[in-house]
């Protein structure tokens, strides 16, 4: 169907805005139905947003951004990567207006390699997971209609807010709060296709990934620009890393140009 095809991301620094722009390209490039990307605006700079948007109507695709405020009646965090954590599964029932019925929310370091991102019937929440108790929040498929009727947002806050009491919990919140929500809010695992990264799957089920996820290995350390243009070229690829780099260079350099032309 050409139903269009919701995405949300986020993404903190210079670094993760060169890769969501990669991201956004790729995911457009690879999907059939009109694509719609909502940011997270609280951390993007002022010349992201301006050079996306840019970007955005030369390749065509939407982007809208989105803002909300941490609830002061929520623990709050204070280490960034706990703030982003909190910020991709914590909001979803309010981030977006009423109309938006499905979203996926995707990791700003992946790149999507072919076809078929679309979010499955009855399934109000579906999450990327190597082992059974392990989940890897990259990828989550919302549906939205379903999340807000079943009030999962409450539910998701409030299994938060008794495992983040405990300072000793907070080192897997990322995990513990999936697996503790499984008892009262029906999630569920993507196929194993849809998210490939070099550090959990095998070598041998790269060929079928849908998207590349260029997750950080805690063993070896390693940049992450550096791992994309490592992982994501060859004759897997429609395009390598660094081509899909240079597209978006090109976007960013006609943007300044546009820009220079108004002065
Ligand atoms: N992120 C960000 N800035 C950061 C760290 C993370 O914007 O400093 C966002 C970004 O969207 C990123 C996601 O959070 O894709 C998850 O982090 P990352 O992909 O680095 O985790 P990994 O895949 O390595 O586990
Ligand atoms: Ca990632």
Known sequence: SNETVHVFSLATGHAYERLLKIMMLSVTKRTSAPVKFWLFSNFLSPSFKSSATYMAEQIGCEVEFVTYKWPEW?????????????????????????????????DADQVRRNFGLSILENRILEITSCWETVSYLSTLCVDLER??????????????????????????????????????V??????????????????????????????????????????????ISGDLFEESWEELDEMVRIYDDEFSQFELTKL
């Open 74 to 106: 929520l623990r709050g965090q204070s280490e960034k990567q706990r703030i982003i954590w909190g910020y991709k599964i914590l909001f979803l029932d309010v981030l977006f207006p009423l109309d938006v019925k499905k979203i996926i929310y995707v």
């Open 186 to 231: 029906r999630i569920f695992s993507l196929p194993q296709k849809w998210l490939w990264c070099e550090s959990w799957c095998s070598d041998e089920t790269k060929a079928e990934a849908m998207t590349i996820d260029l997750c950080n290995n805690p063993e070896h350390k390693e940049a992450k620009i550096s791992m994309a243009k490592r992982i």
């Open 147 to 184: 999340f807000r009727r079943e009030l999962v947002g409450d539910k998701l806050r409030s299994i938060y807010q008794q495992l983040s009491a405990d300072p000793n919990s907070l080192a897997n919140l990322d995990q513990d709060l999936p697996n503790y929500a499984q008892h009262d």
